[in-house]
Nanobody, 115 residues
Framework: QVRLVEYGGGLVQPGGSLRLSCAAS????????MAWYRQVPGQQRELVATVSTGGTVNYVDSLKGRFTIARDNAKNMVYLQMNSLKPEDTAVYYC?????????WGQGTQVTVSS
């Protein structure tokens, strides 16, 4: 059984930073990347960034330079450092991991960017 728990969200002013963490328990499939997604109410969940077991990272073009994803394989953790936050970054952020070829989601953590 895989369980993902995200934390680190909160309220931050525009221009501020937050670091999200995701703790994964269970057997994580190293063939697949771990990822962060985000979702605004009424909209589809969208990919933010992925990181492979070997450390290869990919970002949505619009977020390059502001967000940084990292992974600690030994601890089964994935992180998302978010800088220069904008109001449009407000969303629930989810991490995703795979086990046995199946994708698993955490419960999400709310990020609100507002003055």
């Amino acid at each position: 059984q895989v369980r993902l728990v995200e934390y680190g969200g909160g309220l931050v002013q525009p221009g501020g930073s937050l670091r999200l963490s995701c703790a994964a328990s269970g057997i994580i499939d190293s063939r697949y990347p771990m990822a962060w997604y985000r979702q605004v109410p009424g909209q589809q969940r969208e990919l933010v960034a992925t990181v492979s077991t070997g450390g290869t990272v990919n970002y949505v073009d619009s977020l390059k330079g502001r967000f940084t994803i990292a992974r600690d394989n030994a601890k089964n953790m994935v992180y998302l450092q978010m800088n220069s936050l904008k109001p449009e970054d407000t969303a629930v952020y989810y991490c995703k991991a795979y086990s046995g070829g199946l994708g698993y989601w955490g419960q999400g953590t709310q990020v609100t960017v507002s003055s």
